[in-house]
């Protein structure tokens, strides 16, 4: 039913879920949303599960999914992309600077700086910088918590990175970018030239993930079609293990953001002769213990798959930062047809776990956009509209504009519920 909080509440088995879309986009939501959807809820241990207006049908629960558990870590609502998040870098260089071969040679220079595409590599580093980088996060690269959303997330002395998995790839992969919905874009606030990107952890969180699912499935007795519903209490014996290689994916995801806003930071200098510089990066697809007094008695473990964490101002876990009096930023990107957001939370957010969406949600599967939407037809809307893709390279159809919901209409979800 619809609250008058302009959210609906859903009733599950195990209990109520909280969805926050309007009702366009609650109308227009996947008929499998449902089944994945009781899926969060049935996890053991969770005590609270809210939907986010990007919602789409992920790995055993939507992307656009977040979940509190006494301990539990479930493997579904963090995902394969750990720490996957957010960065944008803000510049003074007027908007009218951005003539058609000034764009073109951005794109071209940070085509030539950052590895772009499935498998791409970045730079390589020793084993032991290696070790520095999954353990230390940005601290390891010489930033603070401000810009950055974390300096670390701590990683017990005594974890490793499983010699068995293929995490070790993630050594020659830092500062790459990666495929699938992963970007780098040059945008305008109307006045000024900004920078947002969207990355995550790369070969190293997808073979962690690998590995740990396949731990699951031995301990659960999943069959291969059921991996996705991974979970481990506390006590199991791959829970600590598990907990650090989320830390470490995570750890990984932050300083492969802050590297590529360094290449891209010098890329926007070699073109526009002015340095941009980070507004803030943030994570999503995190699984993470959290301490909200206002919400439960006891520590949580917040999930947040395909969601992105939102402290309003005066919240304690925003102390000794920047935005301990305003609320830290909120980077909600749109399609590459569409406008991107940058929001701050509000205390409503509170009623949404402390999280927003983190982006806008595909509303065409991959497969179905390679059916409905010519290469041709994706070049052409892409042109109409002015955007120069990959350098004047071809248009990834299954990431045009018409594969994602609008973002207006995303955002009005968050605003109108008093989320941010």
Not at 131 to 157: K, L, M, S, W, Y
Not at 182 to 208: A, K, N, P, Y
Not at 389 to 395: D, M, P, Q, S, T
Request: glycine share 12%.
């Amino acid at each position: 039913r619809r609250d008058p909080l302009n959210f609906y509440r859903y009733r599950v088995d195990g209990g109520e879920v909280r969805i926050f879309m309007t009702a366009a986009l609650f109308e227009d939501m996947e008929d499998s949303l449902g089944s994945q959807i009781q899926a969060a809820r049935r996890f053991p241990g969770v005590v609270d599960v809210a939907i986010t207006p990007d919602a789409h049908t992920g790995y055993g629960v939507p992307v656009g999914c977040v979940l509190a558990t006494r301990g539990t870590l479930a493997m579904g609502p963090v995902g394969y992309d750990i720490g996957c998040g957010m960065a944008a870098l803000r510049s003074e260089v007027p908007k009218a600077a951005a003539t058609p071969e000034k764009v073109r040679a951005f794109s071209h220079q940070v085509m030539t700086r950052v590895g772009l595409g499935v498998g791409s590599k970045g730079e390589s580093v020793s084993q032991e910088r290696f070790q520095e980088v999954v353990r230390g996060g940005a601290t390891a690269f010489g930033v603070r918590r401000g810009t950055a959303e974390r300096d670390r997330i701590p990683v017990d002395d005594d974890w490793d990175i499983p010699q068995d998995s293929r995490a070790w790839r993630g050594q020659h992969q830092l500062g790459s970018l990666g495929g699938g919905n992963h970007f780098i874009e040059l945008q305008h606030d109307g006045e000024r030239l900004w920078v947002m990107f969207h990355t995550g952890s790369r070969g190293f969180g997808h073979g962690l993930a690998s590995y740990y699912f396949g731990k699951a499935q031995q301990e659960l007795g999943l069959s291969r079609g059921q991996m996705d519903l991974g979970y481990f209490e506390p006590s199991s014996p791959t829970w600590r293990s598990y907990k650090n290689a989320v830390a470490a994916g995570g750890n990984f995801a932050i300083v492969n953001r802050l590297m590529i806003g360094r290449k891209v930071s010098q890329a926007f200098a070699e073109t526009f002769g002015e340095e941009a510089r980070l507004v803030y990066e943030i994570s999503h697809n995190l699984a993470q213990e959290e301490h909200h007094p206002d919400l439960f008695d006891f520590p949580v473990w917040i999930h947040r798959k395909g969601a992105t964490r939102a402290l309003p101002a005066g919240h304690p876990l925003l102390a000794g930062t920047p935005w301990a009096e305003t609320g830290h930023p909120v980077l909600i990107p749109g399609s590459m047809g569409d406008s991107s957001y940058v929001l701050r939370p509000l205390p409503g957010a509170a009623r949404s776990l402390y999280s927003v969406n983190h982006g806008c949600g595909r509303r065409k599967s991959r497969s179905a956009a390679r059916r409905d939407i010519s290469q041709a037809q994706a070049d052409r809307q892409m042109k109409e509209l002015g955007v120069l893709v990959n350098a004047g390279g071809r248009v990834p159809v299954d990431e045009s504009p018409d594969c994602y919901k609008p973002a207006e209409e995303v955002i009005r979800a968050v605003t109108e519920a008093g989320l941010a």
